[in-house]
């Protein structure tokens, strides 16, 4: 099955810096890439996704890329603001569709 | 997201009883799914359906049961045998394949069991 390791687990930033974290998945056959933010006490919500036929998406402050070659995609969240501050999860992309322990970002402000 | 509902927000149950849990979805999605959060953890996912009738155990099956008679509907019980009920669960649907479709989350039920 499908693995993905996100990294760092945890991300502290001041605010109006930007914030990179980063999802590893295994399976090369893999075609879609979503992240989901999750805030405390709230449901998981997705945020933006990508597909392998695409290297970049933007939506206004959050953007996603990704690196096929290397196996892995990274959401990048710029101008940083208190309310980015949540738990953000790349699923594993198969029928079973396990979620990991997510990358805390912290935006200290 | 209106299109997924979990019933109640919060449920507080007393040790060796069993408890269901609604989650209800309008959204016409062929999957649904259920997961358990608890605090400062990730999701783990506890059974999941792909189509009416039909259910699979998760990675942490032991203790729950479900029920998928209808397309709308997947309810999860919590039985005495779970040895930690007490947690956050949260209930999903997906209306393609789930490895390139996003999921739909409801607002989650949080169960207390003493």
């Known amino acids: 099955g499908e693995n993905v390791e996100q990294h760092p687990s945890t991300l502290s930033v001041q605010e109006g810096d930007s914030a990179v974290i980063k999802c590893t998945y295994s399976?090369?056959?893999?075609?879609?890439f979503p992240w989901y933010k999750q805030e405390l006490g709230k449901r998981p919500q997705l945020i933006i996704d990508?597909?392998?036929?695409?290297g970049e998406k933007k939506d206004q402050r959050i953007a996603v890329t990704l690196n096929k070659t290397a196996k892995h995609f990274s959401l990048h969240i710029t101008e940083t603001q208190p309310e980015d501050s949540a738990v953000y999860f790349c699923?594993?992309?198969?029928?079973?569709?396990?979620f990991g322990k997510g990358n805390q970002v912290v935006v200290i402000p | 997201d209106g299109g997924i509902t979990q019933s109640p927000k919060y449920l507080f149950r007393k040790e060796g009883q069993n408890v269901t849990l609604s989650c209800e979805q309008n959204?016409?999605?062929?999957?649904m799914y259920w997961y358990r959060q608890d605090p400062g953890q990730g999701l783990r996912l506890i059974y999941y359906?792909?189509?009416?009738?039909?259910?699979q155990k998760g990675d942490i099956a032991e203790g729950y049961s479900v029920s998928r008679e209808k397309k709308e509907s997947f309810p999860l019980t919590v039985t005495s045998a779970q040895k930690n009920p007490t947690a956050f669960y949260l209930c999903?649907?997906?209306?393609?394949?789930?490895?390139?479709?996003?999921?739909?989350f409801g607002n989650g039920t949080r169960l207390t069991v003493t």
């Open positions: 699923p594993a992309r198969n029928n079973r569709l396990a």
């Open positions: 399976d090369s056959a893999s075609n879609y």
């Open positions: 990508i597909r392998s036929n695409v």
């Open positions: 959204l016409n999605h062929d999957a």
């Open positions: 359906s792909q189509i009416v009738n039909d259910f």
């Open positions: 999903a649907s997906c209306g393609g394949p789930s490895y390139n479709s996003p999921l739909h």
